[in-house]
């Protein structure tokens, strides 16, 4: 059994770190992720982890290192965030299809202009279809136990790909809270060592990341694709023998007062868990509304949230950014598309909020659920609407 | 001395490895000096060693996939970072073998990239490589220009040359600066080894291939490497234009070690500039003025060098 102490929630995820015995980590500061890789260091310099930590001189280089270690066949994690994860950006494309199950936290920070050090989801939304397996994080303890999944789940050899574990930046990375740090026992029977199946070996030569030519690049593509799609069952299975040894149970969505609610709000990450007071203190009032969590975002859950959303007519779907000049932010045309023409398919309205760390509070969901009532009646004239915007 | 290199003795006529570990077959044009200098290097290492290459001409040559010429573990990430892979790579191992999770053995670990990779756009990743003391080895393939994207010009385009992006016309007379002095900079990191060598002189070149590979931390070396397609010179040439290059002191031959200058090969006679020049399309448009300044700039560039050498 682990130990339940009082912690900040980015040491517990260098803990979680060590407790998965990761081999190579390579590190670069931005906040608000810094602390997880200084704790890390300590780590590794009190002797606690047997690692190497490569303080490179950049994002990209960070990235970069974790590429070569992995292909080399060492576990291999980092963290990062906003302006970080966009200078990474051009190798985050390349653990996908080269099948380098790389494991990084993102600690979830807007992206400049204006320069902001603040939570929301710009980053990581800019990084959507890098083709990692991506979940967020509602707590700490989800975070550490998220982290623990990721390396499972990555380096399983049905799926060998790089996973994200997002955190809401300051609002997750930096608060102290209550969490269940396992055993080393525990984490051990469920986390066995990286296995590889090819690796950088001058025993067993490989070729890796050759020029795709016109002839198999597509292939190259879709085979990715289908190693993404397919690795849903070995993310439940990882979720479900993670119950069995450590006693938590997570699933692709979670539901919250969900049952024959008329309005379901639907978030990712730490604002969930206010998602969930305000849904307490509306239905104290009388109002039918229920929540919608969504945990894995890559690959997307379409079944499972289906599935959540039951028989709500009406989706009121919070997105943490806005894409200039799109439709709508990305959960929302997520979602918008997985009902596309499904009879009986909820209303979708989609809201933007929290940009650049503004406090998503229980009076905005309040607002945000009597607008999408509203306008299940009226249809607005705009696909979405950026919520909480001061007038003066 | 680095007592690495000790007991080192040199390959010679007779002794030259049979090992191939770049196999024929690859795409290069004909008279590529890239891949004949790759090849030696490749010759001089041996099967042990690790490949991290960056995007450019050789990345593209020799893996149009389901095909490779490597006979290596080869690996290719990106433009500029082939040094941060390798770097990992070597990271890897370490605390791999430390763990006892493979097998105790010394693979060398090596780095390749064109000019422009090395110069220009990977140097922040090579000297990150290189200040944290990898041990590895970071290879130069100089041929003076982007060739993989159509013959644009980089940092190592040297003065004068004609590129699609440094062309002559009514107001330009090709590249306006002079070449980047890539070598120095790495030498700058007070790494234990650097030098410079050519395809023309290749036990010359292996030899400092094996010595960058033996030394323990981090080595460069900055292979000059004639480029037919890219120069519009004859594919036969391209070794006699190598050996020009040194024989006019416009590519002096040296080492680096521990921050001692050792010249290789002094030219003690030089060739006239112009004698390189023949023959290149690339330097068919320089005039009078053009050529004196060259002339006068390599001449000081190799006083340089030579004052480098005493000193140190
Ligand atoms: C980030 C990035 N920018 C630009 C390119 C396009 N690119 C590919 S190879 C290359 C030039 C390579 O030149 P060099 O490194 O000198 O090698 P060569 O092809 O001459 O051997 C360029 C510009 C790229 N692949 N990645
Ligand atoms: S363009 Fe030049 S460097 Fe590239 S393969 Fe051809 S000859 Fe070699």
């Known amino acids: ?392 | 001395m680095i007592t690495e290199l000790e007991k080192f003795k040199g390959f010679s006529a007779k002794n030259l490895p049979k090992e191939e570990g770049l196999a024929p077959g690859h795409r290069a044009c004909q008279g590529c000096g890239e891949v004949l200098a790759l090849r030696m290097v490749m010759k001089a290492l041996g099967k042990d060693v690790i490949v991290c290459c960056a995007t450019g001409c050789m990345e593209i040559v020799t893996t149009p996939f389901p095909q490779t010429s490597w006979q290596v573990p080869w690996i290719h990430i990106a433009f500029e970072n082939a040094a941060s892979v390798a770097s990992g790579v070597e990271a890897a191992r370490k605390v791999l073998m430390r763990k006892g999770r493979i097998p105790k053995r010394h693979v060398d670990i090596l780095a390749v990239g064109g000019d422009g990779a090395t110069g220009d756009i990977g140097l922040s990743w090579i000297s990150g490589a290189m200040e944290r003391g990898h041990d590895f080895l970071y290879v130069c393939l100089d041929n003076e220009a982007y060739m993989n994207t159509g013959v644009q010009r980089s940092g190592c385009t040297p003065y004068g040359a004609m590129t699609t992006t440094s062309p002559p016309g009514k107001k330009g007379s090709g590249q306006v600066t002079w070449k980047k002095n890539v070598p120095a900079i790495m030498a700058a990191h007070g790494i234990p080894y650097v030098a410079t060598a050519s395809p023309a002189y290749f036990l010359d070149l292996m030899n400092k291939v094996k010595k960058a590979a033996l030394v323990e931390g981090p080595a460069y070396v900055h292979i000059y490497s004639p480029c037919p397609t890219g120069w519009g010179s004859a594919g036969e040439r391209s070794v006699e234009f190598a050996k020009l290059a040194v024989e006019t002191r416009i590519f002096p031959l040296y080492e680096v070690i521990e921050g001692r200058y050792v010249i290789s090969r002094k030219i003690t006679k030089p060739k006239p500039v112009t004698e390189y020049f023949k023959g290149q399309r690339r330097f068919r448009h320089l005039s009078e003025d053009q050529l004196s300044f060259i002339q006068a700039k390599v001449d000081e560039e190799y006083a340089r060098l030579m004052k480098l050498s005493e000193a140190t």
């Open chain 1, 1 to 392: 059994m682990g130990k339940r102490v009082g912690i900040e929630v980015s040491i517990a995820i260098a803990e979680a770190v060590k407790l998965a015995r990761a081999e190579v980590i390579a590190a670069y500061p931005i906040t608000p992720q810094t602390h997880i890789v200084e704790h890390l260091s300590e780590i590794i310099a009190n002797g606690e982890l047997d690692a190497e930590f490569i303080t490179v001189e950049s994002e990209h280089a960070a990235m970069s290192c974790c590429c070569g270690s992995s292909a080399a066949g060492a576990r291999t994690y980092t963290a990062t965030s906003s302006q970080g994860l966009a200078l990474m950006s051009e190798i985050l494309y390349h653990p996908g299809p080269m099948r380098l199950p790389i494991v990084m936290t993102v600690a979830n920070r807007a992206l400049a202009a204006p320069i902001s050090i603040w939570n929301d989801h710009q980053d990581i939304m800019a990084q959507r279809d890098i083709g990692w397996i991506q979940t967020f994080a509602e707590n700490g303890q989800e975070a550490v136990d998220l982290t623990l999944h990721a390396f499972r789940v990555a380096e399983d050899r049905k799926v060998s790909l790089p996973v994200i574990v997002n955190i809401d930046g300051f609002t997750l990375s930096h608060v102290i809270e209550p969490i269940v740090i396992p055993d080393q026992e525990e984490v051990d029977a469920y986390l066995p060592a990286f296995k590889p199946r090819v690796r950088l070996d001058v025993k067993k030569p490989v070729t890796m990341g050759p020029v795709g030519i016109p002839e198999v690049y597509t292939e190259a593509k879709m085979a990715h694709n289908e190693a993404i799609k397919a690795s849903k069952r070995v993310i439940l299975q990882g979720w479900k023998e993670f119950a069995e040894i450590f006693g938590r149970e997570y699933n692709p969505v979670e539901t919250y007062r969900s049952e024959d609610a008329e309005v379901l709000l639907v978030t990712m990450g730490s604002i969930s868990e206010t998602a969930m007071t305000a849904v307490d203190a509306m239905r104290d009032k009388g109002t039918s509304v229920g929540l919608v969590r969504i945990r894995l975002w890559r690959p997307f859950p379409g079944p499972e949230f289906r599935k959540a959303a039951g028989k709500a007519s009406v989706l009121a779907v919070i997105d943490r950014c806005l894409p200039p000049g799109a439709v709508c932010g990305p959960v929302g045309a997520e979602l918008r598309s997985i009902f596309y023409k499904m009879p009986g398919a909820p209303k979708i309205f989609s809201f933007v909020a929290g940009l650049g760390g503004r406090d998503v509070t229980v009076e905005l969901f309040e607002e945000i659920v009597d607008k999408a009532r509203a306008y299940a009646k009226k249809r607005p004239t705009e696909l979405y609407e950026v919520i909480g915007v001061r007038e003066r």
